[in-house]
């Protein structure tokens, strides 16, 4: 069956630093990914979407990179700030209709 | 950009009442919403897809009589969650499929989501 994860529960991280999240899945081929994030008891926002024959994506602070032969996209935030903190989801799509989400990571950055 | 507006954003009702959340696609038409759940510190669950003008899509175990899924207009889909129970309560979020976001990919817009809590 398919399955994304997301690593760990949560990911503490200084101010300043960079923060990388990682997304794997089994049993898909998505033509893209996406990355979400979730602030709490709110409903995510699109971040960023990465195609298959892309090997990376920037915007501003954030680096997407999507490795379709370790079936891995790996989620940067340079230079985090506490604002910065929040669950991030990952969403492996394109094809079908459906979006199904990853387990998500919560990120804390500490001032 | 796109904007879902999702109504009420908390409701409290009493066991065996039936409650309708409202989602709204404000600035484009969205022929597909989708309905998730989501658990408390858990990741969001695909309850339903929702096409305009035809009958929801249902994800395995979620049963459809309990959740009613309307989808009348490009720009509304309703849930109903009919009959509520202290196990329905949950935070519940609509998604519009938006073709016309990032290079024709079909990225999509969240609701704020709504709160419910059976009694």
């Known amino acids: 069956s398919q399955k994304i994860e997301q690593n760990s529960e949560a990911l503490n991280i200084q101010e300043g630093k960079t923060a990388t999240l990682t997304c794997n899945y089994t049993n898909y081929s998505p033509a893209y990914l996406q990355w979400y994030r979730q602030d709490p008891g709110r409903g995510p926002v699109f971040l960023l979407l990465i195609r298959e024959n892309e090997k990376e994506k920037r915007k501003e602070r954030l680096k997407v990179t999507f490795d379709t032969t370790l079936k891995q996209s790996l989620f940067h935030i340079t230079a985090s700030q506490p604002a910065d903190s929040a669950t991030y989801l990952c969403?492996?799509?394109?094809?079908?209709?459906?979006?199904?989400f990853g387990t998500g990571t919560k990120l804390q950055v500490i001032p | 950009g796109a904007v879902v507006s999702q109504h009420p954003s908390w409701v409290i009702c009493k066991s065996g009442t039936s409650v309708k959340i409202e989602c709204r696609s404000l600035?484009?038409?969205?022929?597909?919403m989708f309905w998730y759940r989501q658990f408390p510190k858990q990741s969001l669950m695909l309850m339903a897809t929702s096409n305009e003008g035809s009958k929801a899509t249902y994800e395995q175990g979620v049963e459809k009589d309990k959740f009613l899924i309307n989808h009348a207009s490009l720009t509304l889909s309703t849930l109903t969650v009919t009959s509520a129970h202290p196990e329905d309560s949950s935070f519940y979020i609509c998604s519009a499929l938006n073709t016309g976001g990032e290079s024709g990919a079909n990225v999509l817009t969240f609701g704020a989501g709504s709160r419910l809590t059976v009694l």
């Open positions: 969403a492996p799509s394109g094809g079908y209709q459906k979006v199904t």
């Open positions: 600035d484009f038409q969205a022929t597909t």
